[in-house]
């Protein structure tokens, strides 16, 4: 919705010219509406139930829709329904919404009970879809279809083929469930083809969401016309689902919806000039904000650790409230810094505090000898060194255990400190990570390798060094994403091509050991993250699922899987930078379970 609506604003458009450009007529506007179908719960006695739908048909409604299969058995629902008809009279469209909670003998109950009722559909009777077109053949009453479309995986077009069948009667469909406007009219457009009505549905949305589904109801209303005059065919306006606004007792939108009752047409309707209104000029209600969150500002500064005899000032990123114990730390893979995962701890900061580092050699991160005078040693770096300084950083930073998230090279080490440093770690997200590998003589031929990488780093410079870098195959994807350029530049920033190289060689997947035998105890929760185009780093994954779950039931001690992969559709190795939003979610998934499971620790 946002993102057409910016579309509308940019050519000076609005949003159902967007829909119908072949049709722009303010005029025409000004005079159409929606057709509102009114929804009650049913809660209540048969006489309460039809007092409510008789004052909503002296409001001006038309059309109702009540809930069912909430009662003990169909036969209560049955007994509403028959005193609703009674009272509002025969005009009136009635149709009931039994969401799938019927098995299919009780549905037939309560069929053969209001046959003489003339529901113009009854949604959803039978909680097995399959039994849905035996229903109406068995009852005769129209059904339509609503959580069976919610819940297509596949193409909804071929889906839908197999309800072509004349009592199903109508398609009911709510775009922010069925995947936005798009896949929306293309139901809508099956759904009209073969003589169905398609009735838009909201799912509880504010007055924001509303106002665009009144336009794409028109729009539908437009399509609707244009079958008829095309098969010479009767087809009367359709009641949409938009009744929910009724439910709401406050919204965020400061001018009200356009829904009232229309002497002319004499229907309740939403208008259609008064949705394109509240869309272009839309004002918060300041009487209904709760809260106001600001963005997170991102806390750049440098923190000292001394190892042996190396001082490390590594480069701090923080995100989200000082006071939350619920840390988490960021490591990023080669070439990366702490600014890659800005964007992914923005969106967490709210149930955590994020810190992201440059890890030594990189970024804005530098180690100095401190030890005697006139000593020549040079520092060397090692992923058991890495997590040594990690580790000293954490303890100055909170008392409790944090979760660790990283990627590639960041990834292993995250790993490391989870199966050797376990006292500190509370979980761990790998992204993109290896265990190392197993067979000795392909760890030397991969540290010669890294070892030949960082000397052409060093001889030749970080700009044709990326150049031949991001020419592997492992970044194909990544070559595709439309910010690559960018990405490619902001790895210009690290200015000491010197630690650069030695952190290439020394925490090469050659140097490190192997952790496959670690896996096997571990006994903290991980979260596997890889991307569906990452064949290899796939394959690793699920072995190192396989180690860890194998032989135990495949829970921690709290009752949590201990294991759990994510394969990120659309993307290769990088994860995190091609499509970050599964990575987030996931990871708010990740973070909440630990916190139940410390609480009930």
């Known amino acids: 919705m946002a993102v057409l609506n910016a579309i509308a604003v940019s050519q000076g458009s609005s949003f159902i010219s967007m829909l119908q450009p072949w049709m722009i007529n303010e005029e025409i506007y000004e005079k159409s509406s929606v057709k509102i179908c009114a929804l009650i719960d049913s809660n209540g006695t048969p006489t309460e139930v039809a007092y409510i739908a008789s004052s909503l048909v002296e409001e001006g409604f038309t059309a109702i829709k009540l809930k069912v299969a909430r009662r003990a058995d169909p036969i209560q629902d049955a007994t509403v329904i028959c005193k609703v008809r009674k009272e509002v009279g025969p005009c009136i469209e009635l149709r009931a919404d039994a969401n799938r909670k019927w098995t299919y003998e009780e549905a037939i109950q309560f069929g053969f009970l209001v046959k003489d009722c003339d529901l113009q559909y009854i949604e959803e009777p039978v909680e097995n879809v399959d039994d849905i077109v035996k229903f109406c053949e068995e009852t005769g009453l129209p059904a339509a279809l609503d959580e069976t479309i919610d819940n297509f995986q596949e193409s909804h077009l071929k889906m839908l083929a197999k309800y072509t069948h004349p009592g199903i009667v109508a398609v009911v469909i709510k775009p922010s469930v069925v995947g936005g406007f798009e896949k929306a009219a293309l139901i809508a457009r099956w759904a009209q083809k073969h003589g169905k009505m398609a009735v838009v549905s909201a799912a509880f949305e504010s007055g924001l969401g509303l106002s665009t589904y009144i336009l794409f109801s028109y729009y539908l209303e437009q399509l609707n016309a244009v079958y008829t005059v095309m098969n010479r065919e009767t087809r009367p306006s359709i009641a949409h689902g938009l009744g929910t606004y009724r439910w709401l007792k406050q919204d965020v939108t400061a001018i009200p919806l356009g829904i009232h009752y229309d002497p002319c047409k004499g229907f309740v309707g939403a208008s259609v000039a008064a949705s394109i209104q509240l869309l272009q000029n839309f004002q918060v209600n300041n009487n209904v904000i709760h809260k106001t969150f600001n963005e997170e500002q991102v806390h750049r500064y440098h923190l000292t650790v001394n190892s042996k005899n190396f001082s490390y000032s590594i480069k701090v990123h923080e995100v989200g409230?000082?006071?939350?114990?619920?840390?988490?730390?960021?490591?990023?893979?080669?070439?990366?810094?702490?600014?890659?995962?800005?964007?992914?701890?923005?969106?967490?900061?709210?149930?955590?505090?994020?810190?992201?580092?440059?890890?030594?050699?990189?970024?804005?991160?530098?180690?100095?000898?401190?030890?005697?005078?006139?000593?020549?040693?040079?520092?060397?770096?090692?992923?058991?060194?890495?997590?040594?300084?990690?580790?000293?950083?954490?303890?100055?930073?909170?008392?409790?255990?944090?979760?660790?998230?990283?990627?590639?090279?960041?990834?292993?080490?995250?790993?490391?400190?989870?199966?050797r440093l376990s006292h500190k770690i509370d979980g761990a997200v790998i992204i993109s990570g290896s265990p190392g590998l197993k067979d000795t003589m392909a760890r030397k031929i991969r540290q010669a390798k890294d070892d030949s990488r960082a000397d052409f780093l060093v001889a030749y410079g970080l700009e044709l060094f990326l150049d031949s870098w991001y020419a592997g195959e492992l970044w194909k994807s990544l070559r595709s994403h439309p910010h690559f350029k960018e990405i490619v530049a902001g790895r210009l920033v690290h200015e000491d091509v010197q630690s650069l190289a030695k952190a290439l060689s020394g925490l090469s997947t050659g140097s490190q050991l192997p952790l496959w035998e670690d896996l096997k105890r571990c006994d903290l929760p991980l979260l596997l993250i890889v991307g569906e185009k990452d064949a290899k780093f796939k394959s690793i994954a699920q072995k190192m699922f396989h180690e860890v779950v194998q032989d135990r039931k495949g829970e921690d001690r709290r009752g949590n899987n201990i294991c759990e992969i994510l394969e990120v559709p659309n993307c290769g190795h990088a994860v995190h930078l091609e499509n970050p939003l599964p990575i987030i979610s996931a990871m708010r998934k990740f973070l909440t379970r630990g916190r139940s499971s410390r609480a009930q620790q």
């Open 321 to 419: 409230q000082e006071s939350n114990d619920n840390v988490v730390i960021f490591l990023h893979g080669f070439l990366g810094t702490g600014e890659d995962w800005v964007p992914i701890m923005k969106a967490i900061s709210r149930s955590a505090k994020c810190i992201s580092i440059d890890l030594p050699g990189h970024g804005g991160s530098k180690i100095q000898n401190h030890g005697s005078e006139g000593a020549q040693e040079e520092a060397t770096l090692s992923i058991e060194i890495v997590a040594d300084v990690l580790y000293k950083l954490i303890q100055g930073i909170t008392p409790f255990k944090v979760t660790l998230v990283g990627y590639s090279m960041g990834a292993r080490i995250a790993l490391h400190m989870a199966l």
